[in-house]
């Protein structure tokens, strides 16, 4: 896999001891588009997210960068704006460029064919994004800063969400009417069942299940407390010990959220968890481990 300039940034830290925070995260991603390693995202029902093995949380704006004008699907759409020989280069990138903002068909089809580096991500709230058409290893087209329209799809399934709170107009809508959403603390009385963690904000609740299961995965099941006396818990019936945090959201960027791989003895210890000690799980913790 190739690392991603936020990759090589990441490991840099990891080599001195340290670790970026969260909105050096914030700004590569609302500087520039980056490569997505597809093992990162988790299609929701409140959009798609970007979930990084470190547990940086946020929702994206995705869209295809490269195009090859003479691949099976693409040329024929390609030749319909070719224009003599020459290229109306709006025309083009309007007819084959959409953003995507929620879970559609095109993304999972992407996923299941494991389109390799044909999607992007990228925080830019404006809705322009650098594109670029390819004819075997010769750019034909690039444009830097060209304004996208959000995916029909994608503005259906967004309304379909929303409900009677008014639809959105897919001509006019900008990321940022989507991605610029806090992920807000929820008073604890809303917390549901299933959620183990009683500071997961509203925003979250609906996807959380996948959430955690994707961050425990992209961290091999291993507590990331550094006190932690039995951080990992990949073996069998072990992976049922182990809980993400919510940590919160960077104040800077509020569309960012902090999240943790941590066993739920380690969790119990964060602060208004006392909770924990009531739950199935903490009791199989100290059975497994024979701290009853």
């Known amino acids: 896999m190739r690392l991603t300039r936020f990759s090589r940034l990441e490991y840099a830290a990891s080599l001195i001891g340290g670790a970026p925070g969260l909105s050096v995260l914030a700004q590569q991603l609302s500087n520039r588009s980056e ?62 460029h959409h953003y995507h903002l929620v879970e559609c068909p095109l993304l999972v089809e992407a996923a299941l064919r494991n389109w390799p580096g044909e999607h992007a991500v990228s925080q830019q709230a404006e809705g322009r994004f650098p594109v670029r058409f390819v004819r075997g290893a010769a750019t034909v087209l690039e444009v830097d800063d060209q304004r996208l329209k959000p995916c029909p799809a994608c503005v259906a399934k967004l309304n379909e969400h929303r409900g009677r709170r008014g639809r ?82 960077d104040v800077g960027f509020g569309h960012f959220a902090q999240l943790r791989s941590v066993c739920v003895q380690c969790h119990l210890k964060e602060a208004d968890h006392s909770y924990l000690r009531n739950r199935i799980a903490f009791h199989r913790y100290q059975q497994s481990f024979d701290l009853v």
């Not at 929820?186 to 959430?211: N, Q």
């Not at 006190?227 to 919510?246: A, I, T, W």
């Open 168 to 249: 959105l107009d897919g001509s006019s809508l900008l990321p940022g009417d989507i991605l610029g959403k806090p992920f807000e603390r929820v008073p604890l009385g809303s917390t549901a069942p299933k959620i183990s963690c009683r500071s997961v904000p509203e925003s979250l609740r609906t996807d959380w299940e996948r959430i955690e299961k994707a961050l425990l995965a992209l961290t091999d099941y291993r507590c990331q407390d550094q006190s932690c006396g039995h951080p990992d818990l990949s073996q069998g019936e072990n992976k049922r010990l182990m809980q993400v945090h919510y940590a919160g959201h």
């Open 35 to 96: 490569d997505i390693d597809p093992n990162e995202l988790i299609f929701g029902e409140t959009g798609i997210y970007r979930l990084t093995p470190g547990g940086a949380l946020t929702q994206v704006a995705i869209y295809r960068v490269d195009n090859d004008i003479e691949g099976d699907v693409l040329g024929a759409l390609f030749d319909q704006h070719a224009h003599h020989g020459g290229f109306n280069g709006d025309a083009v990138v309007e007819a084959l």
